[in-house]
């Protein structure tokens, strides 16, 4: 009997995909802290994880039949997923990075990231026991 992967470890590889995505956003945001003009960006990681969930549970994929069409699988943080974010106190040049929030959100997602991680690792070895037969 085959065991489904899917089935076995649900939305939290897609979440732990979402988290490492969101961290590239947020690590971007610090880099360019002294850009003039530049916009913080940031995930709707819940939105994101919710379409990924109604996704998986549809079971079913989209079939294109045009080139210019978008394929319908899995979630990437493109620019149509990113959103800008609001700064507290706007900045003279027009950078909206604000670095202690971007920190705190980056530790946020990192610790979510660990979390997600360990939730994985756990199944991994309740299906290597279960394989093992132990």
Do not use: C, W
């Not at 994101?48 to 079939?63: H, I, K, P, V």
């Not at 610790?111 to 199944?123: D, H, P, R, V």
Request: net charge neutral; hydrophobic share 40%; glycine share 8%.
């Amino acid at each position: 009997m085959a065991i489904s992967f899917q089935n076995a470890l649900g939305i939290h590889d897609t979440a732990l995909r979402l988290r490492g995505q969101r961290a590239e956003v947020l690590a971007e945001n610090l880099a360019n802290a002294d850009t003039p003009n530049y916009k913080a960006r940031d995930l709707d990681f819940n939105a994101m994880l919710q379409n990924a969930s109604a996704r998986q549970n549809r079971g079913l994929e989209m079939n294109t039949s045009n080139s210019g069409h978008r394929p319908g699988g899995a979630t990437v943080a493109g620019d149509e997923n990113l959103l800008y974010r609001n700064p507290l106190a706007p900045s003279i040049d027009g950078n909206t990075v604000e670095a202690h929030v971007e920190h705190g959100k980056y530790m946020e997602n990192a610790l979510a990231f660990q979390t997600s991680f360990q939730f994985l690792n756990g199944k991994f070895k309740g299906l290597m026991t279960a394989i093992r037969g132990d």
